[in-house]
């Protein structure tokens, strides 16, 4: 498992997977936001992931592939399952890139990389939302 804190203010947030857990097929993304600071919205996260692969097939050297870019957030617990990255073979590293428009926006990530049935391809996010009783 990697962890690492994004700042929506820095120039660059990526967070890779530690390559010692060897290759995967997914990659789950937790994220923790702090509590807000007066009446800041609650941040929306852009998330997109690039893949490094090394596969026969596609020759010697590892090649990089990016999947597309999805919105998370906001968070509404204070740590949650918010996306899942899954490719049909397996991934040597997965890199997520993070964005958010909110000012101020930080959070921490943990990237789990794991191996599940191969079905589908993307980052999926995990809708968490408060349902009215």
């Known amino acids: 498992m990697s962890v690492a804190e994004i700042d929506s203010e820095a120039r660059q947030n990526i967070v890779e997977t ?76 997965w890199s997520f890139r993070f964005e958010s428009d909110a000012g101020r926006a930080t959070a921490r990530v943990w990237l789990h990389p794991g191996t599940s049935p191969v079905t589908e391809c993307g980052i999926f996010v995990v809708e968490h939302g408060l349902k009215k009783g």
């Open 18 to 93: 530690d390559p010692l857990f060897g290759a995967s097929t997914h990659c789950i993304v937790i994220m923790e936001q702090p509590p807000l600071v007066a009446d800041q919205p609650p941040p929306q996260w852009r998330v997109s992931a690039t893949l490094t692969l090394r596969d026969n097939v596609l020759g010697k050297n590892p090649v990089q592939a990016d999947l597309p870019t999805v919105v998370v957030g906001p968070l509404i617990h204070k740590r949650q399952v918010v996306a899942m990255a899954k490719y049909p073979a397996r991934v040597e590293r």
